[in-house]
Nanobody
């Protein structure tokens, strides 16, 4: 089927940078939108940034000017470059793929509406 695997999280000091990556695997034909969400302790999961297959982007106001989302369609991979990190950016970051068309083992075409990664921890602290 479809799996998303994130990497790149970790501990960073305020003002530092991290780059998250998320690779989608499986017999993928196409992916409509890809994005990043985050969930801090005691808070609901929130949208951070999304990018369409045509590379149109959208960001939550709190990260505009600091985070940049990009994707490599050939590799079915989405990235999140995070600069000028703040303690309030601390959260588990989840990768999302929306509208994933893939080929089954029997050659049929199927669509997954939403696929999620397992999450990667980002901690911003001195």
């Amino acid at each position: 089927q479809v799996q998303l695997v994130e990497s790149g999280g970790g501990l960073v000091q305020p003002g530092g940078s991290l780059r998250l990556s998320c690779a989608a695997s499986g017999s993928i034909i196409s992916i409509d939108d890809m994005g990043w969400y985050r969930q801090a302790p005691g808070k609901e999961r929130e949208l951070v940034a999304t990018i369409t297959s045509g590379s149109s982007t959208n960001y939550v106001d709190s990260v505009k000017g600091r985070f940049t989302i990009s994707r490599d369609n050939a590799k079915n991979t989405v990235y999140l470059q995070m600069n000028s990190l703040k303690p309030e950016d601390t959260a588990v970051y989840y990768c999302n793929a929306h509208g994933v068309d893939y080929r089954t083992a029997w050659g049929s075409r199927r669509r997954v509406l939403n696929a999620w990664g397992q999450g990667t921890q980002v901690t911003v602290s001195s």
